[in-house]
């Protein structure tokens, strides 16, 4: 959790428009609120927020590190229950974190890139299996309302 923390805090920058160091990266003005509820704060305007702000993992309680390695074994063929055996993680989680990951496309492939050292083709495969596990998921939310609507639940 603590490795998610200080890499999270690396790519921090001020949010507040009228902060002298607003949208600066390693300016030196970033410093640790909380480590336990992951707060940072802005050293120049004193302005705080949660380093997760923004992305898909904003209120996640689990580690980045594990989202994604769910995320990735997912894509590679893995099974949910396999996954839940192996990682402990429910299955209502995992539909959780595909969606959510299908709506941060962009940040999520820079990331993998480059933290994941993976290769354009393996990214590519990833966001295939997220877009059809995401309309699978649609799919079935959507014939649970009908199924409501019926009466029949």
């Known amino acids: 959790m603590a490795l998610d923390f200080e890499k999270y805090k690396k790519e921090q920058f001020c949010l507040n428009k009228d902060c002298v160091d607003y949208g600066k990266k390693d300016a ?15 050293k ?3 302005s705080s927020w949660v380093i997760s702000k923004g992305t898909m993992f904003y209120n996640l309680k689990k580690p980045l590190s594990l989202v994604l390695e769910v995320l990735l074994l997912l894509s590679e063929g893995m099974g949910v229950n396999a996954i839940f055996r192996v990682k402990g993680v429910k299955s209502e989680t995992i539909s959780s974190w595909i969606i ?3 709506g941060h496309v962009e940040a999520l492939s820079s990331y993998l890139k480059q933290n994941m050292h993976l290769t354009q083709c393996q990214i590519d495969e990833f966001w295939s299996f997220i877009y059809k596990k995401k309309q699978m998921l649609e799919q079935m ?4 309302k009908i199924v409501e609507i019926d009466g029949v639940l």
Do not use: D
Not at 29 to 38: D, M, T
Not at 141 to 144: E, H, L, P
């Open 28 to 42: 030196g003005n970033i410093g640790i609120k909380s480590r336990k509820n992951k707060q940072v704060y802005c």
């Open 44 to 46: 120049s305007c004193k």
């Open 100 to 102: 959510k990951a299908s």
């Open 141 to 144: 939310r959507q014939a649970r």
